[in-house]
């Protein structure tokens, strides 16, 4: 009775009899710590099933959450940095954007596009902090004024949804120069009556949130996402006293009045396609 007593002692397997499991193909929730099967974290809008977590995500996967059918028209694709500092630090600056695009697949640290939100039209333009932390550069800031120059001439509402470190700093001035740009840009839009929403995920840091990221007609973040100028270990630093529990989290932001409401992913696009709907009866 083979089935009910092991003959043989322990489990031998020829090395070219193993199989392995494809890469990608399982996660690990940096919260919980439990396994997440790839396709049910797609299914779930890259939330964990566990225990809520929203994982980090860049703009494909914001795009496919929230386009209708992930059917859109990419904007202004083929815009890159270039290098007016010639800057070097641990290496050229200009090395560093390409092995960044090589790494990521993407020109730079934003992409933008046009589609449908429940039959609605929106552009949103979206930060990958994979491309260099997700920095503000002169492409960034070109990217979005050009989409807000887009959404004014075909009267289309802007999302904007933020993902960064802050301005970057091989860029220096040319970078800093990116928060006057975006948020006079952003005052047009505004005497355009045309609405703009800006979306804060985590992290949302330095320069970004002291420019565009703060400015929406609503101001919306994912639940437990680090909002705030400087990291709390610099804060902790600089002051050199405890913070308080849950400190720059969009949980205390909102506390504190500067976040309108926090949305789960799962229902972010049902909510924004609301309001939308609001905006335009």
Not at 8 to 21: D, M, N, V
Not at 42 to 63: A, I, P
Not at 125 to 137: R, T
Not at 272 to 280: G, P
Request: with cysteine; proline share 4%.
């Amino acid at each position: 009775m083979a089935w009910f007593k092991r003959e043989k002692k322990g489990i031998s397997t020829l090395t070219e009899e193993k199989k392995e499991a494809p890469d990608g193909l399982w996660n690990k929730c940096p919260n919980c710590k439990k396994a997440l099967h790839s396709a049910d974290l797609e299914e779930n809008k890259y939330v964990c099933q566990y225990c809520d977590f929203h994982l980090r995500v860049g703009s494909k996967e914001y795009f496919q959450v929230l386009f209708d059918n992930d059917e859109f028209k990419e904007l202004f694709p083929n815009l890159t940095s270039g290098d007016p500092l010639n800057f070097t630090d641990s290496k050229p600056y200009v090395e560093r954007l390409v092995e960044s695009q090589a790494k990521t697949g993407l020109k730079d640290a934003i992409r933008a596009g046009h589609g449908k939100i429940e039959g609605q039209d929106l552009v949103i333009a979206c930060m990958d902090f994979n491309f260099i932390g997700g920095s503000m550069g002169s492409v960034v800031g070109e990217k979005i004024a050009r989409s807000i120059d887009y959404c004014i001439k075909h009267k289309i509402p802007f999302l904007m949804i933020s993902k960064s470190g802050g301005a970057r700093m091989m860029e220096a001035a040319f970078s800093l120069m990116q928060m006057a740009k975006t948020s006079a840009k952003l005052a047009l839009l505004s005497q355009a009556k045309i609405p703009y929403i800006s979306l804060l995920t985590d992290p949302t840091t330095g320069g970004v949130t002291a420019s565009y990221a703060m400015l929406g007609d609503i101001n919306i973040a994912e639940p437990g996402a680090l909002i705030g100028f400087a990291g709390p270990r610099v804060i902790k630093e600089t002051i050199k006293k405890d913070l308080p529990k849950g400190f720059q989290t969009a949980e205390f932001v909102q506390e504190h009045g500067f976040l309108d409401f926090i949305v789960d992913r799962r229902a972010m696009k049902a909510k924004l396609a609301a309001f939308l709907r609001m905006l335009n009866n």
